[in-house]
């Protein structure tokens, strides 16, 4: 009996431990360009992820899926076409004290919510109306076009909205969360009170500066740091400066990154009055240490092949070639059930600028600046240019293939 309860215990807690995602909603009062942003970290053991474009419901949208999930039953964070987004985390501290049965259809929420939403009170009309028991226990982030920002902690019989905009509830504009409510107790049962202090500790050094946050700085500086807030260490910064091929192995548990993180996504809102055609999605499909940034807007010209299922591969290209470079250069110790907790630190970074996050940065940088000088003339004139638009999706599948073989030898 204690053997069985033990093996119980050891799956619980891996499948646990790989059901897990970092998030936060940002108000646009506090970002640099006055724009809302909504950002989730997404670990779970589903690591084959696409973007999709749905037109199904009320409003268009586009969101992060399950490659395997072909008949798009599911989304994990998205936006539509009136601005209005939405992304959730896993918690483990809200049914506690009843026995309401779980669902696990956090993603079906959220589909329904971009098919049906235009602001969060649309979403607030939306969680009323659900019958009781829920089957929830997460936290949802939602932004919308009206300056809205705000998360709720839903559980079985009620939810409790925390407005980022109320500097009562968050007095440097954002709300952070990973898999424990703040309604619930605090405990064993749940998890990712580190990276929810990682997470505070970077949102603090940008908010707190002229810079502001924006969502480069998310992708790039929070998304793929390995700053740890309980050992005060970041092996990204402490082994930058070893050599190429040095064999330098550190333990991988509880960063912001993770093993089972499957991708990154950073939804841009638009401020107040704006046309909600210009929020944008900015996604690291895949393994965000190994990904480039590809940004999207909810349209109904096609997304970047990148980004897209392809029935060869059975995946996205971008998410195939970033599990390959986990696989084989990151995270490559081929032995053991615990293999998953080690971390070439090496192939990341060197002292020669050629370590995988140091090389992709390089192609993130240009696409940023790309995307948002374009962004830029489509403020200006308060809309898309969809020619200018198509031919940027060309130019990135195009840019991103030829880093990938470049770079690493992987053909796209």
């Known amino acids: 009996m204690k053997r069985i309860l033990f093996i119980s215990f050891i799956f619980f807690n891996y499948f646990f431990h790989l059901n897990a995602c970092t998030t936060a909603v940002i108000s646009g009062k506090y970002t640099a360009d006055g724009r809302p942003l909504l950002w989730k970290n997404r670990d779970t053991w589903a690591v084959q992820n696409s973007l999709r474009y749905f037109n199904d419901g009320k409003y268009a949208y586009i969101g992060l899926v399950n490659s395997k999930d072909l008949e798009g039953k599911s989304v994990w964070i998205g936006v539509n076409s009136e601005g209005f987004a939405i992304m959730n985390s896993a918690s483990y501290n809200l049914n506690l004290d009843n026995n309401g049965k779980l669902t696990g259809l956090e993603g079906r929420i ?80 749940s998890s990712g009170y580190i990276r929810y202090n990682s997470t505070n500790d970077l949102f603090y050094q940008a908010v707190s500066t002229y810079e502001g946050i924006s969502a480069q700085y998310v992708q790039q500086n ?33 960063f912001i990154p993770r ?28 393994f965000p240490m190994a990904s480039i940034v590809v940004p999207a807007w909810v349209s109904k ?41 080690y971390v070439n630190i090496n192939a990341l970074v060197n002292n ?3 370590g995988i996050v140091q090389l992709t940065k390089k192609y993130e940088n240009s696409i940023y600046r790309k995307t948002n000088d374009m962004l830029a003339g489509w403020y200006k ?32």
């Open 222 to 254: 929070v998304a793929k740091n390995m700053w740890h807030a309980l050992i005060k260490e970041n092996p990204l910064e402490e082994y930058y400066n070893l050599p190429p091929g040095t064999t330098k192995y550190i333990h991988f548990r509880d």
């Open 110 to 189: 959220i589909k329904q919510a971009l098919a049906t939403c235009k602001t969060l009170a649309d979403f607030e009309a939306l969680l009323d109306s659900l019958p009781h028991p829920t089957g929830l226990e997460a936290n949802f982030g939602v932004i919308d076009t009206q300056g809205g920002a705000a998360d709720y902690e839903i559980n079985n019989y009620k939810y409790t909205k925390f407005d980022a905009n109320d500097p009562t509830v968050a007095p440097f504009g954002y709300i952070i969360r990973t898999n424990y409510s703040h309604t619930g107790p605090y405990g064993f049962e």
């Open 301 to 341: 010209i096609q997304l970047p092949k990148v980004v897209l299922y392809d029935k060869k591969i059975k995946d996205s290209p971008i998410c195939h070639a970033a599990l390959h470079l986990k696989k084989y250069k990151i995270m490559n110790i081929r032995w053991g059930k615990v293999d998953h907790q």
């Open 259 to 286: 093993s089972g993180t499957s991708s990154s996504v950073v939804v841009q809102g638009v401020k107040k009055g704006e046309n909600p055609d210009l929020a944008t999605m900015w996604s690291n499909v895949g």
């Open 381 to 412: 004139n308060g809309k898309r240019d969809p020619k200018q638009m198509k031919a940027f999706y060309s130019w990135i599948d195009e840019y991103i293939k030829e880093a990938y073989l470049k770079e690493f030898n992987l053909k796209l």
């Open 352 to 354: 020669k600028g050629t």
